[in-house]
Nanobody, 126 residues
Framework: QVQLRSSWGGLVQAGGSLRLSCTASGGTFRRYPMAWFRQAPGKEREFVATISWGSDGSTYYSDSVKGRFTISRDNARNTVYLQMNSLKPQDTAVYYC??????????????????WGQGTQVTVSS
């Protein structure tokens, strides 16, 4: 059983930057593809970014964050990161880290991830 714990989010002005981290325990971290999702009030949870298992480092982003956000992982620290730059008010949401099925490929669907962090609020003011 994998447990995921996210860092605190925060409040930032539009155009600013923020880095989220998520640390895993209870499993062999490097086996799991990792992802970030977000959920704004009144909206469904949506895919943000994912990174492949192992050390390959393949990534995939939603169109809404491509070029602004960067996902990375440190397998020695059991941690996945989301660097968010050029933030916009529409990025305001609760952000969730997630772990997919061991050794599986790139996935963007909520149902394709088995383990979830507790969620952390990111608020971008205009």
């Amino acid at each position: 059983q994998v447990q995921l714990r996210s860092s605190w989010g925060g409040l930032v002005q539009a155009g600013g930057s923020l880095r989220l981290s998520c640390t895993a325990s209870g499993g062999t971290f490097r086996r799991y593809p990792m992802a970030w999702f977000r959920q704004a009030p009144g909206k469904e949870r949506e895919f943000v970014a994912t990174i492949s298992w192992g050390s390959d480092g393949s990534t995939y982003y939603s169109d809404s964050v491509k070029g602004r956000f960067t996902i990375s992982r440190d397998n020695a620290r059991n941690t996945v990161y989301l660097q968010m730059n050029s933030l916009k008010p529409q990025d305001t949401a609760v952000y969730y880290c997630a772990a997919g099925r061991p050794f599986s490929g790139i996935a963007t669907g909520v149902h394709e991830y088995d383990y979830w962090g507790q969620g952390t609020q990111v608020t971008v003011s205009s």
